[in-house]
């Protein structure tokens, strides 16, 4: 079975520095898709990354990049130039075709001023 | 509609009532998910539907839960018998397809007394 782990429950940055959030996953599948999602203290969760596992290349999204090791299985999220309103809680999520969307347990990021 | 819309936003009920929850999907998209979301943690996966069938049922915690969808449109997840360990937020998310981005609701908060 397919799994998510995100070894991170809480971390800390000081506003402006870069902090790189840990994501694993376990699957025997070749073609998948994985996400980070945001959750800030509104509750609604917020695409923040999508990269195609098929891609070769990470994804990035303004102060958002993605480092997508497809043979470790790993998929960790940099944040640079931190900012406060990046507070949130951060999951890690993968998707193989027809099947249900697997998240991880979260991190959650505080962003010191 | 312009994003999912679900229905109670927060829901107050007693020990042993039923509770139905509402997800109102983006027009057109064919996969539409549920997750819990209890205080500060992760998104456990209930079910998930592909237009009207649920090809997934085993995140369902017990047979109080049940779901449905009609239409390829709207869902309603419905909980028998209410207990205090289903207080938690529901959350409904849908997509076009597989792999494309998922865009989750604001949630609706159970709280169960």
């Known amino acids: 079975a397919q799994t998510v782990t995100q070894s991170q429950p809480e971390m800390s940055v000081q506003e402006a520095e870069t902090v790189t959030l840990s994501c694993t996953y376990d699957?025997?599948?070749?073609?998948?898709?994985l996400f980070w999602y945001k959750q800030p203290p509104s509750r609604q969760m917020i695409l923040v990354i999508r990269?195609?596992?098929?891609?070769?290349q990470n994804a990035t999204e303004n102060r958002f990049s993605v480092n997508f090791q497809k043979a470790a299985k790993s998929f960790s999220l940099k944040i640079s130039d931190s900012q406060l309103g990046d507070a949130a809680m951060y999951f890690c999520?993968?998707?193989?075709?027809?099947?249900?969307?697997?998240f991880g347990k979260g991190t959650r990021l505080h962003i010191l001023p | 509609g312009a994003g999912v819309s679900q229905s109670p936003s927060n829901k107050v009920t007693e020990k042993g009532k039923d509770v139905e929850l509402r997800c109102d999907p983006i027009?057109?998209?064919?996969?539409l998910y549920w997750y819990r979301q209890s205080l500060g943690q992760g998104l456990e996966f209930l079910i998930y539907?592909?237009?009207?069938?649920?090809?997934?049922k085993s995140g369902l915690p017990s047979d109080r839960f049940s779901a449905e969808r009609t239409g390829g449109s709207v869902s309603t997840l419905t909980i028998q018998r209410t207990q205090q360990e289903d207080s938690a937020v529901y959350l409904c998310?849908?997509?076009?397809?597989?792999?494309?981005?998922?865009?989750f609701g604001e949630g609706s908060w159970l709280t169960v007394v």
């Open positions: 998310a849908s997509s076009t397809t597989v792999g494309n981005t998922i865009y």
């Open positions: 699957t025997s599948e070749s073609d998948y898709y």
């Open positions: 990269q195609e596992a098929y891609k070769q």
């Open positions: 999520a993968y998707d193989y075709r027809d099947d249900k969307i697997i």
């Open positions: 027009s057109g998209h064919t996969a």
């Open positions: 539907f592909q237009g009207n069938s649920a090809p997934d």
